[in-house]
């Protein structure tokens, strides 16, 4: 009798629910995941096309400047060319563009060098198709257009994929320019979409289920004891009402959390700009201007490109730092230094940004400070907050940074009269990926967020003293027993004389990087070997031996890791290799050390880590770092 009224309850409950999600999941993957990829798969095309529109534009300024008389033919398509072989996009910063001429001669491939100046009228694909042939075919017959054929995946040989490309033609040079997207980027997007779609139904289907085995119980016992059915439903109704209102709650926090995200994403991609127009900028008047005012300007231009550097730098490193701090993986480096000193380079390095707007920054000490703490990252703190002030500051309106001593406290201020920050707004200011939207500024979001971690790593805290329209104070709060009465060194240590005339092999393909690293070892009485490509290097060790190796790990024909190896099979395996690298990972900088690497420098290499680093690997018996 108890079976036959159970199976009536457990049918009504289960038979919705399997129907509904039977019904979601021919929904889902029978139309939402294949529009979805269909979706991708337009973007994808729309995005390569307007890429290549773009760079045709690129192509179309610099031939203006021909056409002026302001470069020559020559110069103007090298300059178009290597500032091509240099843009990169896409998630992992290795999508590219190529140029052929409208005869199917390569003009330029970043990742297939080797093909420059040769016909490619019969070179196929995997199918046996003639890429380059049609690909003239297409823009002769329509001027621009999409292709379909196999390639290699970017900077990866030996591995092939299927690939779509548009084309475009820039008919004064008759040059084809070109970029596309890989059909495997598509699906593994497609993928992740399939995969998040996947736990939410797998998630849902639990919810519901012990939803419904819940119900299933609850109805058993009201139809056993029908006294507590209004008591029980009450429960049930509560319950499911503070479910509802917790979920609200949380979309409203993934919503604001996602707003923010993309929020941040627009904004770095307009802040790269700043720096990187400052670098190409302040680099074309150099290069075209005259020798007497390149000898004039020079000081000044090269200031002005070496802040720029430091400000893209200083971008990127506070991303990595979020990412760090996110972890928990920062971890402090104490020195002593003189505080004075490090806010006056801060002032400095920013005065520069604030020249445009007649903003003066006025820096004010009640004395000297010198401490022991981690000087890099209070240099952020300090960057951060004094950009943040320079950002929201009225135009001519005085920054007033101050450094004192209280009975307990070192206290730097930070002083504008900007727009001001309201009450509100001063309870999230320090969360990350948080922009007062008041007035249009860039930046990341990041800073204020990473300057309160640091903070707090030197058992300090940052206050906030605003009002709207009025002006801000911030103030770095930092514990007096950082203080220390050590003597601070200002001399950089003597390069040691037994580094001079020592042969350091550089294998690096940038041109640009082996120029500057020769420039640098030169200064030093060194005596550089450049070599572009891990093949060349090999040959060369054939006939030589140098001291030392400077390694890039991403060469273009034999990856550095790879070639370390080889070291070996030619006699020089124990000459020291210190590997030069852009990945800034701990676990990346390990993997090279297991590997044998004597130490890592990473791009852009800081020129006394690699002095020491040098000298660690020329005396007896040297410890293996990592910078």
Same mark, same amino acid.
């Given at each position: 009798?108890?079976?036959?009224?159970?199976?009536?309850?457990?049918?009504?409950?289960?038979?919705?629910?399997?129907?509904?999600?039977?019904?979601?999941?021919?929904?889902?993957?029978?139309?939402?995941?294949?529009?979805?990829?269909?979706?991708?798969?337009?973007?994808?095309?729309?995005?390569?096309?307007?890429?290549?529109?773009?760079?045709?534009?690129?192509?179309?300024?610099?031939?203006?400047?021909?056409?002026? /008389?302001?470069?020559?033919?020559?110069?103007?398509?090298?300059?178009?060319?290597?500032?091509?072989?240099?843009?990169?996009?896409?998630?992992?910063?290795?999508?590219?563009?190529?140029?052929?001429?409208?005869?199917?001669?390569?003009?330029?491939?970043?990742?297939?060098?080797?093909?420059?100046?040769?016909?490619?009228?019969?070179?196929?694909?995997?199918?046996?198709?003639?890429?380059?042939?049609?690909?003239?075919?297409?823009?002769?017959?329509?001027?621009?257009?999409?292709?379909?054929?196999?390639?290699?995946?970017?900077?990866?040989?030996?591995?092939?994929?299927?690939?779509?490309?548009?084309?475009?033609?820039?008919?004064?040079?008759?040059?084809?320019?070109?970029?596309?997207?890989?059909?495997?980027?598509?699906?593994?997007?497609?993928?992740?979409?399939?995969?998040?779609?996947?736990?939410?139904?797998?998630?849902?289907?639990?919810?519901?289920?012990?939803?419904?085995?819940?119900?299933?119980?609850?109805?058993?016992?009201?139809?056993?004891?029908?006294?507590?059915?209004?008591?029980?439903?009450?429960?049930?109704?509560?319950?499911?009402?503070?479910?509802?209102?917790?979920?609200?709650?949380?979309?409203?926090?993934?919503?604001?959390?996602?707003?923010?995200?993309?929020?941040?994403?627009?904004?770095?991609?307009?802040?790269?700009?700043?720096?990187?127009?400052?670098?190409?900028?302040?680099?074309?008047?150099?290069?075209?201007?005259?020798?007497?005012?390149?000898?004039?300007?020079?000081?000044?231009?090269?200031?002005?490109?070496?802040?720029?550097?430091?400000?893209?730098?200083?971008?990127?490193?506070?991303?990595?730092?979020?990412?760090?701090?996110?972890?928990?993986?920062?971890?402090?480096?104490?020195?002593?230094?003189?505080?004075?000193?490090?806010?006056?380079?801060?002032?400095?390095?920013?005065?520069?940004?604030?020249?445009?707007?007649?903003?003066?920054?006025?820096?004010?000490?009640?004395?000297?400070?010198?401490?022991?703490?981690?000087?890099?990252?209070?240099?952020?703190?300090?960057?951060?907050?004094?950009?943040?002030?320079?950002?929201?500051?009225?135009?001519?309106?005085?920054?007033?940074?101050?450094?004192?001593?209280?009975?307990?406290?070192?206290?730097?201020?930070?002083?504008?009269?900007?727009?001001?920050?309201?009450?509100?707004?001063?309870?999230?200011?320090?969360?990350?990926?948080?922009?007062?939207?008041?007035?249009?500024?860039?930046?990341? /979001?990041?800073?204020?967020?990473?300057?309160?971690?640091?903070?707090?790593?030197?058992?300090?805290?940052?206050?906030?003293?605003?009002?709207?329209?009025?002006?801000?104070?911030?103030?770095?709060?930092?514990?007096?027993?950082?203080?220390?009465?050590?003597?601070?060194?200002?001399?950089?240590?003597?390069?040691?004389e037994f580094l001079k005339d020592k042969k350091i092999c550089i294998v690096e393909d940038d041109a640009i990087s082996r120029k500057l690293m020769i420039l640098f070892l030169k200064r030093y009485e060194m005596k550089p070997i450049?070599?572009?490509? /891990?093949?060349?290097?090999?040959?060369?060790?054939?006939?030589?031996?140098?001291?030392?190796?400077?390694?890039?790990?991403?060469?273009?024909?034999?990856?550095?890791?790879?070639?370390?190896?080889?070291?070996?099979?030619?006699?020089?395996?124990?000459?020291?290799?210190?590997?030069?690298?852009?990945?800034?990972?701990?676990?990346?900088?390990?993997?090279?050390?297991?590997? /044998?690497?004597?130490?890592?420098?990473?791009?852009?290499?800081?020129s006394a880590i690699l002095l020491k680093r040098l000298a660690e690997a020329l005396r007896p018996d040297p410890p293996i770092n990592s910078d």
């Open positions: 009798m108890k079976r036959k009224s159970k199976l009536p309850i457990i049918l009504k409950t289960i038979l919705p629910f399997l129907l509904t999600m039977v019904l979601v999941i021919i929904t889902i993957y029978g139309f939402v995941i294949p529009k979805i990829g269909e979706i991708l798969f337009d973007q994808k095309k729309e995005k390569v096309k307007d890429l290549c529109k773009n760079t045709i534009q690129l192509a179309e300024q610099y031939y203006e400047r021909f056409r002026n /008389g302001e470069l020559s033919e020559g110069e103007a398509k090298r300059r178009l060319i290597e500032r091509v072989r240099i843009m990169r996009y896409g998630d992992e910063l290795k999508d590219y563009f190529w140029i052929i001429d409208i005869d199917y001669t390569m003009i330029m491939h970043p990742y297939l060098p080797e093909t420059e100046g040769t016909s490619m009228e019969y070179f196929e694909d995997s199918n046996g198709y003639r890429v380059f042939y049609n690909m003239s075919k297409l823009v002769k017959e329509n001027k621009a257009g999409y292709l379909e054929y196999t390639w290699q995946l970017r900077d990866e040989e030996g591995v092939i994929e299927d690939k779509i490309s548009y084309v475009q033609l820039f008919e004064p040079w008759n040059w084809i320019i070109g970029t596309g997207v890989y059909y495997s980027d598509i699906k593994r997007n497609t993928a992740e979409v399939t995969e998040g779609i996947n736990f939410a139904l797998t998630l849902i289907s639990v919810l519901i289920g012990l939803v419904s085995l819940y119900i299933i119980i609850r109805e058993i016992k009201a139809a056993e004891y029908r006294q507590q059915t209004s008591e029980e439903r009450e429960k049930l109704i509560s319950r499911l009402r503070t479910i509802n209102t917790e979920l609200n709650m949380a979309k409203k926090e993934a919503e604001e959390a996602n707003t923010s995200k993309d929020q941040f994403l627009a904004n770095i991609t307009h802040d790269l700009r700043t720096p990187l127009n400052g670098i190409v900028g302040f680099s074309e008047l150099l290069e075209d201007s005259s020798e007497k005012e390149r000898t004039i300007h020079f000081s000044e231009y090269t200031g002005y490109i070496r802040r720029s550097g430091k400000y893209l730098l200083q971008m990127i490193n506070d991303i990595l730092d979020f990412s760090k701090a996110k972890a928990k993986k920062i971890t402090l480096e104490r020195s002593i230094f003189c505080l004075n000193d490090v806010i006056s380079e801060v002032v400095t390095s920013l005065s520069f940004f604030s020249l445009e707007r007649e903003i003066p920054i006025v820096f004010e000490a009640e004395g000297t400070f010198t401490v022991e703490a981690d000087e890099m990252r209070l240099k952020k703190v300090f960057y951060n907050l004094l950009s943040n002030a320079i950002k929201y500051t009225k135009d001519h309106e005085p920054i007033n940074v101050e450094l004192k001593q209280s009975k307990n406290e070192l206290l730097i201020t930070f002083c504008d009269r900007g727009i001001g920050i309201s009450s509100e707004d001063q309870k999230r200011i320090f969360s990350p990926f948080v922009q007062i939207n008041r007035i249009k500024t860039e930046g990341t /979001g990041l800073g204020l967020a990473i300057a309160k971690e640091i903070t707090e790593l030197h058992d300090g805290y940052i206050s906030l003293e605003s009002e709207v329209d009025r002006g801000s104070i911030f103030t770095v709060h930092l514990p007096r027993d950082i203080l220390t009465e050590e003597e601070v060194s200002t001399q950089r240590p003597p390069v040691p450049d070599i572009p490509s /891990g093949t060349e290097f090999l040959d060369y060790l054939k006939t030589d031996k140098p001291d030392i190796i400077l390694m890039d790990i991403q060469l273009p024909d034999i990856n550095g890791m790879e070639l370390k190896e080889k070291l070996k099979e030619t006699g020089a395996g124990e000459i020291p290799v210190i590997a030069l690298t852009a990945f800034s990972s701990e676990e990346k900088t390990e993997e090279l050390l297991k590997k /044998g690497f004597f130490a890592v420098c990473h791009k852009p290499v800081d």
